[in-house]
C-alpha cells in the first residue's frame, strides 16, 4: 500500500511527523512523503528534531505570497508528485491552504484522501480565514475521515459524510507532545534559562490570528498588560510571532513592564518545555487547546469562538474572548481562586491517549480494500 503524506505548516508537521515514523517503520506501507513548505524556516526545524526527509519539496514559500499564489503553487507542484508516484492515498491534515488544495490534487487525479484532525467546525466560514472553509472543503473531498473525538464525528454526520468512512482516534498532536515532553531539555534561550520557573508563576502568551490583528489585539495585549502591572509574582513570556503588525503591537502596549518578556519565536521542542513549566496558558491558538490540557496548564483562549468546543466542556479551556475586562478577569481568578485553577488542571483531556497514530495506521490497512 502506498501512502503519500502531504504537508505544509509547522502545526502540520508537528502532528503528522509521529505518523509519519510509524508509517516508514511499517513494513506493509511505502511510504512517501511530500511537503510544499507553505512554511520553510518552522517547517524545516520540526523536521530535522523528527529526523524526516521529505521525498519531494515543492518549496512554494515566497515573500509576501497570497493564499492565491500558495493555491496555485501547490496545485500545479503536487499535480506533477502524484501522477509520478501513483499513491493508493494521500493523507492530509487539519485545515491549511496546502491541506485543501492537496486533497483538490488528488480529487482531480482521482486519488483517495484521508484526512486526519477532521471535523473541526467554528460555524463561521470567515473565522478562522481560510482555515475553516479549508477544512470543510477538504472534508467533502475526503473517502476517509480521522476524527480526533466524538463531536468531530458529529459535525461531519451533520454535513451528509458517510458514517462508516468516519474513524475516532484521538488527535496526532497528542502523540507528538508526548514524545517530546519525555525528554531531557535544558534551555538554551537565555531569557528562558534566567527565568525563575521554581518562585515565578509564569503565563505563556501567544498571539497572531489574522481575525485579532487590529483592536482585537489591543484589548487582548491590554488585558495582559493589566495583569503584569497587578501581579508582581508573575512572569509573562511571549514568543512573539514575526508578522510586523503582531510586533509592532505587542512592542507598543507590552514594553517596559519588567516582568513581561517578548522574546523570539520558539521552535517545537523549547515551547513544549516551556509549556509544562508554566502556571497556565494565553493563546489564540488552535493546537494549544489541545496541548497544554496534556500537561495540566489551563488554558485562557483568545478568540469570539473555538473549533475545539471539547475542551470547553470538559473544563480545560475558558474562551475569553477578546474584550479586555472578561481577559483579564479570568486571568486574575486563576491567579486567585486556587480551587477554580485546580478543576482547570485537573480535568481530563478530550483529545486522546497519544495513541492517535497506530489507530490511524490500523484503518488505513482495514481500508486498503476499500481504495
Same mark, same amino acid.
Request: hydrophobic share 40%; glycine share 6%; charged share 25%.
Given at each position: 500500500?502506498k501512502?503519500l503524506?502531504?504537508?505544509?505548516?509547522?502545526?502540520?508537521?508537528i502532528?503528522?511527523a509521529?505518523?509519519?515514523?510509524m508509517?516508514n517503520?511499517?513494513a506493509?506501507?511505502?511510504?512517501v512523503l511530500?511537503?510544499?513548505?507553505?512554511?520553510?524556516?518552522?517547517?524545516?526545524q520540526?523536521?530535522?528534531?523528527?529526523?524526516?526527509?521529505?521525498?519531494y519539496d515543492?518549496?512554494i514559500?515566497?515573500?509576501?505570497?497570497?493564499?492565491?499564489?500558495?493555491t496555485?503553487?501547490?496545485?500545479?507542484?503536487?499535480?506533477d508528485?502524484?501522477?509520478?508516484?501513483?499513491?493508493?492515498?494521500?493523507?492530509v491534515?487539519?485545515?491549511?491552504?496546502?491541506?485543501?488544495v492537496?486533497?483538490?490534487?488528488?480529487?482531480?487525479?482521482?486519488?483517495p484522501?484521508?484526512?486526519?484532525?477532521?471535523?473541526l467546525?467554528?460555524?463561521?466560514k470567515?473565522?478562522?480565514?481560510?482555515?475553516?472553509?479549508?477544512?470543510?472543503l477538504?472534508?467533502?473531498?475526503?473517502?476517509?475521515?480521522? &476524527?480526533p473525538?466524538?463531536?468531530?464525528?458529529?459535525?461531519?454526520?451533520?454535513e451528509?459524510?458517510?458514517?462508516?468512512?468516519?474513524?475516532?482516534?484521538?488527535n496526532?498532536?497528542?502523540?507528538a507532545l508526548?514524545?517530546?515532553?519525555?525528554?531531557?531539555?535544558?534551555?538554551?534561550?537565555?531569557?528562558?534559562?534566567?527565568?525563575?520557573?521554581e518562585?515565578k508563576?509564569?503565563?505563556?502568551?501567544?498571539?497572531?490570528?489574522?481575525?485579532n490583528?487590529?483592536?482585537?489585539?489591543?484589548?487582548?495585549f491590554?488585558?495582559?498588560?493589566m495583569? &503584569?502591572?497587578?501581579?508582581?509574582?508573575?512572569?509573562?513570556?511571549?514568543?512573539?510571532?514575526?508578522?510586523p503588525?503582531v510586533?509592532e503591537?505587542?512592542?507598543?502596549?507590552?514594553?517596559?513592564?519588567?516582568?513581561?518578556?517578548?522574546i523570539?519565536?520558539?521552535?517545537?521542542?523549547?515551547?513544549?518545555?516551556?509549556?509544562?513549566?508554566?502556571?497556565?496558558?494565553?493563546?489564540?491558538?488552535?493546537?494549544?487547546?489541545?496541548?497544554?490540557?496534556?500537561?495540566?496548564?489551563?488554558?485562557?483562549?483568545?478568540r469570539?469562538?473555538?473549533?475545539?468546543?471539547? &475542551?470547553?466542556?470538559?473544563?480545560?479551556?475558558?474562551?475569553a474572548?477578546?474584550?479586555?475586562?472578561?481577559?483579564?478577569e479570568?486571568?486574575k481568578?486563576l491567579?486567585?481562586?486556587?480551587a477554580?485553577?485546580?478543576?482547570m488542571?485537573?480535568a481530563?483531556?478530550?483529545?486522546?491517549?497519544g495513541k492517535?497514530?497506530e489507530?490511524?495506521?490500523?484503518?488505513?490497512?482495514?481500508?486498503e480494500?476499500?481504495l
Amino acid at each position: 500500500m502506498k501512502v503519500l503524506t502531504v504537508f505544509g505548516t509547522r502545526p502540520e508537521a508537528i502532528k503528522m511527523a509521529p505518523l509519519v515514523e510509524m508509517l516508514n517503520a511499517d513494513a506493509e506501507i511505502d511510504s512517501v512523503l511530500c511537503v510544499t513548505a507553505q512554511h520553510r524556516e518552522m517547517l524545516d526545524q520540526v523536521l530535522a528534531l523528527f529526523k524526516l526527509t521529505p521525498d519531494y519539496d515543492l518549496n512554494i514559500m515566497k515573500p509576501n505570497q497570497t493564499i492565491g499564489m500558495i493555491t496555485a503553487n501547490v496545485l500545479t507542484g503536487l499535480d506533477d508528485v502524484l501522477k509520478k508516484e501513483k499513491p493508493d492515498i494521500i493523507l492530509v491534515h487539519g485545515d491549511t491552504t496546502t491541506t485543501f488544495v492537496s486533497a483538490l490534487a488528488a480529487f482531480y487525479n482521482q486519488i483517495p484522501v484521508g484526512h486526519v484532525e477532521a471535523g473541526l467546525r467554528t460555524g463561521d466560514k470567515y473565522s478562522p480565514y481560510p482555515e475553516e472553509m479549508n477544512r470543510i472543503l477538504t472534508g467533502h473531498i475526503a473517502d476517509i475521515h480521522f &476524527a480526533p473525538t466524538t463531536r468531530n464525528r458529529d459535525n461531519l454526520l451533520r454535513e451528509g459524510i458517510a458514517e462508516d468512512t468516519i474513524h475516532i482516534t484521538g488527535n496526532t498532536v497528542i502523540d507528538a507532545l508526548l514524545r517530546v515532553a519525555g525528554k531531557p531539555y535544558e534551555f538554551e534561550d537565555e531569557v528562558l534559562k534566567n527565568t525563575d520557573f521554581e518562585n515565578k508563576r509564569v503565563i505563556t502568551v501567544t498571539c497572531h490570528r489574522r481575525e485579532n490583528l487590529g483592536e482585537n489585539m489591543e484589548q487582548i495585549f491590554g488585558a495582559i498588560r493589566m495583569i &503584569a502591572d497587578e501581579f508582581d509574582d508573575v512572569e509573562i513570556i511571549y514568543p512573539v510571532h514575526l508578522n510586523p503588525k503582531v510586533r509592532e503591537t505587542a512592542k507598543k502596549i507590552l514594553s517596559g513592564a519588567d516582568n513581561v518578556k517578548l522574546i523570539a519565536p520558539l521552535q517545537y521542542q523549547p515551547f513544549v518545555n516551556l509549556m509544562a513549566r508554566s502556571h497556565f496558558i494565553i493563546t489564540d491558538s488552535g493546537g494549544m487547546q489541545e496541548e497544554a490540557p496534556s500537561l495540566g496548564k489551563p488554558v485562557l483562549v483568545v478568540r469570539k469562538e473555538t473549533e475545539r468546543p471539547e &475542551a470547553v466542556a470538559a473544563g480545560t479551556v475558558k474562551l475569553a474572548g477578546v474584550e479586555k475586562k472578561t481577559i483579564y478577569e479570568l486571568a486574575k481568578r486563576l491567579l486567585t481562586d486556587n480551587a477554580f485553577y485546580d478543576e482547570m488542571a485537573h480535568a481530563v483531556n478530550p483529545y486522546g491517549d497519544g495513541k492517535a497514530c497506530e489507530r490511524i495506521i490500523k484503518i488505513l490497512k482495514n481500508s486498503e480494500n476499500l481504495l
